[in-house]
């Protein structure tokens, strides 16, 4: 029903915009009502800081809970973006666009990993589920030089190809977030059991909505 409201009130504002004709402030508007529905980072920290925490040792399968714990790898990925080995990792590329950025190019993997804390270890796996981590900019094109080579490896991992256009650079930057190994992580999901590697353990699944919220501990109690 919040929802719903939300998107009736973006709605007349739309409205009334359109009879004004001010198709920039339009653009604008709209751009912000989506990222309003869409649930992001700080949305995600925030319902993981409302909900209790449980140690790993004490979960309670087919009930939604809360835990935080250190990142314990199985396979792990290697890093596009430097650093050690990772669980998952995101590489954003947007472009300046005349009202808004412009998203180019959007990758994720993930792999499967241990979420361990002094009570027991927990299966965790986020293939396939959407993961709102806080991003940071990691890279921004300078206008008239090429970029550096750890810059071209992360464009081409996100198959971007800079354009030049009269000798001049795109502006355009790369957003990264990640899941390091060795790092704490709060999840919370529906606890079910899975097997792994021939023995029962617990694992942290999808919810009800088909959701995992994750976030860095330190962001999650914030």
């Known amino acids: 029903m919040d929802v719903l409201l939300t998107v009736l009130q973006y709605s007349c504002i739309a409205c009334v915009l359109v009879a004004a004709a001010a198709p920039g402030v339009l653009i604008v508007v709209g751009a912000i009502a989506v990222q309003r529905l ?5 949305e995600t920290e925030r319902r993981l800081a409302r909900a209790p925490e ?40 947007k472009q300046r666009g005349r009202y808004v ?11 499967p990993f241990w979420l361990r804390d002094d009570t027991g270890t927990a299966h965790v796996d986020l293939q396939g589920v959407q993961v709102n981590l806080r991003r940071r900019v990691i890279w921004r094109s300078a206008r008239m030089s090429d970029p550096a ?4 490896a992360m464009l081409a991992v996100a198959n971007v190809t800079l354009t030049r256009f009269l000798g001049l650079n795109p502006v355009i930057w790369i957003e990264g977030a990640q899941i390091a190994v060795g790092e704490r992580v709060t999840v919370m999901g529906r606890v079910g059991i899975r097997e792994v590697d021939g023995a029962a353990a617990f694992a942290i699944l999808p919810d009800e909505h088909g959701k995992i919220s994750v976030s860095l501990a330190a962001h999650a109690s914030t």
Request: charged share 20%.
């Open 149 to 152: 080579e750890h810059a071209r």
């Open 101 to 111: 950025p412009r998203v180019l190019s959007r990758r994720h993997v993930a792999t």
């Open 54 to 93: 449980v140690p790993i040792g004490s979960l309670v399968p087919d009930s939604v809970q809360r835990i935080t714990g250190t990142v314990v790898h199985i396979e792990p990925l290697e890093n596009p973006m430097g650093g050690g080995p990772c669980v998952y990792w995101d590489l954003t590329v």
């Open 38 to 42: 869409i649930p992001g980072a700080r």
